[in-house]
C-alpha cells in the first residue's frame, strides 16, 4: 500500500526534523555545514534558515519564503534582528 509507506516516511522527517532542532536548540540554535552556510532554527519552528556569510544571501524553508520569489520571510528577519 502506497499510502502507508507515504505516511510512515512522512514521520520519519517529522522526528528527524524535531531531533535536528533539539540538537541545535542545545548547541544554540546555529550549525555551520561544509559549504560555509550558517543554519538557524527559529524557537518552536523545524524551518531551516540558511546564510551564506561570503554573498549576506538569506533562505528560510517556509512556504512564505518560497512563494514569496526569495522576499525575506519573518523567520529571516527574526534570526536577522536577534543573531547568535
Request: with cysteine; glycine share 8%.
Amino acid at each position: 500500500m502506497v499510502y502507508g509507506k507515504t505516511t510512515r516516511r512522512l514521520r520519519g522527517i517529522a522526528f528527524l526534523m524535531d531531533t535536528l532542532s533539539y540538537i541545535m536548540n542545545l548547541i544554540g540554535g546555529v550549525y555551520e555545514d561544509e559549504r560555509g552556510y550558517k543554519h538557524y532554527r527559529v524557537p518552536n519552528k523545524t524551518y531551516d534558515i540558511k546564510m551564506h556569510p561570503m554573498t549576506l544571501e538569506w533562505s528560510c524553508s517556509c512556504p512564505a519564503y518560497k512563494f514569496g520569489r526569495g522576499k525575506a520571510c519573518k523567520h529571516i528577519k527574526e534570526v536577522q534582528s536577534n543573531p547568535k
